[in-house]
């Protein structure tokens, strides 16, 4: 399975750090919605379980929206993660959008005129 990742996205994402060493971050001060000011493009974040959710994930895309994908249900079927990934790609070839993994078990699928850079910004520097 991780070779299917890492064919798709290249190299290999593994950390050494464990879950134990991460803080659950309280963010919600920082958050405004505002309701009232429509936007041209959208980060939608999905979780996919089955097949059957593609379609409205594609159309998401289709619509100009990033989307952020938790593929973790579905990583322990091999086929599943490789037709999702698949159908995915398609769907970015034919907007001419991207696709990268971020970390093990998220993918990020930007649509036309959004590109995903590879390199992490590290203390100011690429």
Do not use: C, W
Request: negative net charge; charged residues 35%.
């Amino acid at each position: 399975m991780a070779n299917i990742v890492n064919k798709l996205f290249g190299g290999s994402s593994k950390s050494s750090t464990t879950e134990d060493e991460y803080t659950e971050l309280d963010l919600t001060k920082y958050e405004e919605v505002m309701d009232d000011e429509p936007a041209e493009t959208y980060i939608r974040v999905a979780e996919l379980t089955n097949l059957n959710e593609l379609t409205s994930l594609k159309k998401e895309i289709y619509d100009g929206n990033i989307v952020m994908i938790d593929i973790s249900n579905i990583k322990v079927d091999k086929l599943l993660l490789d037709r999702a990934l698949k159908d995915l790609k398609e769907v970015v070839m034919d907007v001419h959008g991207d696709i990268a993994g971020i970390k093990e078990d998220q993918v990020l699928v930007t649509p036309t005129g959004i590109k995903i850079d590879r390199s992490k910004i590290i203390g100011g520097r690429y």
